[in-house]
């Protein structure tokens, strides 16, 4: 059951009678009929032949009613209604176009702060790695220094055994 309830949210989905629509829209049925005769709106049949509105189509029946209502011919105010759709999906391409741009330039921002974190980790390794080698530097004289006062000591026990 809440599958078929699911198709009411459906804007494509036939779910009202030329009778309700009618009532929906405060029209005769004659002018729901006359768009279908026209090829203005294409309402879904039955297996018995009745008409049945999406609300996608009510809506656009609602503005034709409008722009008809304004002195339009029919011509014109399904031009205008083409138009003011073909307005709403070009709106909506450039606002998910905007949020695709907003999302790009924060994942760049992301992007240039890690690799910032990155370097600047990297600039202290090397700093540390640079200090290291210096204190290995400085440990191996140290080192260098201590082998050549043994060596100097044990060559003078070699020459001098009886000194102590």
Do not use: C, W
């Amino acid at each position: 059951m809440t599958n078929q309830l699911s198709r009411l949210d459906d804007e494509d989905y036939p779910s009202v009678s030329m009778g309700q629509a009618a009532e929906l829209l405060g029209v005769q049925p004659a002018f729901l009929r006359s768009l279908d005769t026209a090829g203005v709106l294409h309402p879904h049949r039955t297996g018995g032949g009745h008409r049945r509105y999406s609300r996608r189509q009510l809506t656009l029946a609602g503005r034709l009613r409008e722009l008809l209502d304004d002195g339009h011919t029919l011509a014109s105010a399904q031009t205008i209604a083409d138009l003011e759709d073909r307005l709403v999906v070009s709106d909506r391409a450039r606002a998910r176009a905007d949020d695709a741009r907003r999302e790009a330039e924060s994942a760049r921002r992301e992007a240039d702060d890690a690799r910032d974190r990155a370097t600047e980790a990297l600039d202290t390794a090397r700093s540390n790695l640079r200090d290291r080698a210096d204190e290995l530097a400085r440990a191996q004289a140290q080192l260098d220094d201590a082998r050549g006062e043994i060596e100097d000591l044990t060559s003078r026990l070699k020459a001098d055994p009886g000194t102590p």
